[in-house]
């Protein structure tokens, strides 16, 4: 059975994807390849072996290993990263940023002969920072969350007694 890529609303996702164009614009970067799965749990609400690639302009792409039963738009499968040279190659990209705070130098290199058509900048902080800003939707899970947390820390008095191991 095929699911959704996208597990967010449509309208997080472009909140989230807006507020990070705002800052890679005003960082001089043309577009960033996603791949550190935190980074990518926050732009689609899921964990993929991939990519998400996110341009100042234009339409967000996913090149996704697996899961394999994905749809959606802009959902391209590939086998391996360089799969994405080609459909990646563009004149107009000048600066393309990767997460190079978090990638193992391997993949960073790896990644880096991907998009050598243009420039490859750090934009580890700059995804930080977009994550760093709490849209309604996020506050609002945070606060289902701590009623949880409250429900079980209330009943630890009854489950644990003077002496237990």
């Given amino acids: 059975m095929k699911q959704q890529l996208l597990i967010l609303s449509p309208q997080e996702f472009q909140l989230r994807i807006g507020r990070l164009r705002d800052l890679m614009a005003a960082a001089g970067v043309d ?79 790896r990644l880096m002969k991907v998009v050598s058509f243009a420039t490859a900048v750090n934009v580890s902080s700059i995804l930080q920072e977009a994550r760093s800003v709490k849209t309604e939707y996020e506050i609002e899970l945070i606060e289902q969350s701590g009623l949880k947390q409250e429900k079980v820390y209330r009943k630890v008095p009854q489950i644990y007694r003077a002496g237990m191991t």
Avoid at 63 to 86: H, Q, S
């Fill in 31 to 109: 577009a960033i390849l996603v791949s550190d799965n935190a980074n990518i749990y926050y732009l689609t609400g899921r964990v993929i072996a991939g990519y998400v690639y996110v341009p100042v302009v234009g339409d967000v792409r996913f090149f996704v290993r697996r899961p394999v039963d994905l749809i959606g738009e802009g959902v391209e499968y590939i086998r391996k990263p360089e799969d994405m040279a080609e459909r990646l190659n563009s004149s107009c990209l000048k600066n393309i940023g990767l997460e190079l705070g978090v990638l193992p130098y391997s993949a960073a290199q």
